[in-house]
């Protein structure tokens, strides 16, 4: 039996998360899966209430677990970074989860706001380290306050870091290759040289101390994956290409802050935050990985019921594929697809007038449809 501990967080969380565990709940059963929900207060309300971001207790509690799914923290009662810092970076931080995966693609169906571009283009993977660079919080303040303040931050790139990252990154341009080619998949004239590719996104011409590391580290392991195309691009040329040609990518290796960035650009090439999910990876599963969405809590449409629920879904799919379920993964994004590509119902953010509830009932609905 596995063991998932749910978050659900601030401001649209809870709303999202209740979607998100109804299909789990039908599709653990129907594919005979056992998966035991472990609620945990943590977040605002609990910040408010009792003082405390994250008890050692409740840490501890959740080290034990197979998985973690995070609904959004943030609230703007709560002073920046309290929470941010304190739940979610600590997370990630503690339990070791030094990938951050953010897959980018266009669901059929799904406007994006890139002219002349479809489904067939927009398509990729961002692996993001997530574990050292401006994250790690190393810094400090010199005369704060004063007209002569000095406010240092400091970027940490490590040997070890920096590899583990970017052979993830090779290794799924491999896995996504491999799984082409079995498919048969033939090559469109713009897809041609997308996949197998692995494009390394830092600033080497600037940073050159913290990304010379990076595109040295970079070099030495495209060395063992001949059959992977390694590129590499500059942050500015990236976001500029990422709207330009999307298609160019297929598995992207990057910084935390860079990745921050970008994969936002990339949510909104898919359609935007409430589509968007994304994995807190932990590799070496010494700790449990962690799932969310990518939109955060939203504060301004919380407790309306129109938070779109797909971003939390698709992030209980990515939950399923870490946890080895596969085929239950793959029936919960056919479903998601299939809701998208009848084009409703859907919330207000891909302009519809749905409730968060329909829209988690469509793909629901869909689910049993195809129940073996």
Not at 92 to 117: A, M, S
Not at 262 to 279: C, F, N
């Amino acid at each position: 039996m596995a063991k998932l501990g749910v978050i659900e967080g601030d401001g649209v969380g809870p709303e999202v998360i209740r979607e998100a565990l109804g299909v789990l709940k039908f599709v653990a059963e129907s594919e005979g899966l056992e998966i035991a929900i472990v609620p945990f207060d943590l977040g605002a309300k609990r910040f408010h209430r009792t003082g405390e971001v994250l008890p050692d207790g409740e840490r501890d509690a959740l080290l034990k677990l197979d998985a973690i799914l995070l609904g959004a923290v943030g609230d703007p009662t709560v002073p920046p970074g309290v929470l941010e810092k304190g739940l979610l970076l600590k997370l990630r931080f503690d339990f070791h989860q030094y990938i951050n995966l953010r897959p980018v693609r266009l669901y059929p169906g799904v406007e994006t706001p890139i002219r002349g571009k479809g489904p067939a283009d927009i398509d990729f993977v961002v692996v993001r380290e997530n574990n050292e660079d401006l994250y790690v919080g190393a810094g400090g303040f010199t005369r704060k306050g004063t007209s002569e303040e000095v406010a240092i931050q400091t970027s940490i790139n490590t040997r070890v870091g920096v590899e583990r990252c970017v052979r993830y990154a090779f290794e799924l341009a491999r896995t996504r290759a491999s799984e082409r080619a079995f498919a048969g998949l033939a090559r469109s004239a713009v897809d041609q040289g997308k996949r197998g590719r692995t494009t390394l996104v830092a600033k080497t011409n600037v940073l050159t101390y913290a990304h010379d590391l990076w595109m040295r580290t970079f070099n030495e392991v495209a060395v063992d994956y001949p059959e992977i195309e390694a590129d590499y691009q500059h942050v500015d040329a990236c976001c500029m290409r990422m709207i330009v040609s999307p298609e160019r990518f297929d598995v992207i290796a990057t910084t935390n802050m860079f990745g921050d960035i970008i994969t936002d650009i990339g949510a909104v090439l898919q359609g935007g935050m409430g589509l968007a999910a994304s994995g807190n990876l932990n590799p070496d599963r010494t700790a449990p990985s962690m799932f969310e969405p990518v939109h955060g809590s939203a504060p301004d449409i919380a407790g309306k019921g129109i938070a779109n629920p797909i971003a939390a879904i698709l992030s209980i799919a990515m939950m399923l594929d870490h946890l080895g379920s596969t085929a239950a993964a793959k029936r919960v994004r056919e479903a998601v697809a299939a809701v998208l590509a009848a084009g409703a119902p859907r919330t207000p953010d891909l302009g519809g007038t749905a409730s968060t509830a329909t829209v988690g009932r469509a793909v629901l609905d869909q689910l049993k449809k195809g129940t073996r």
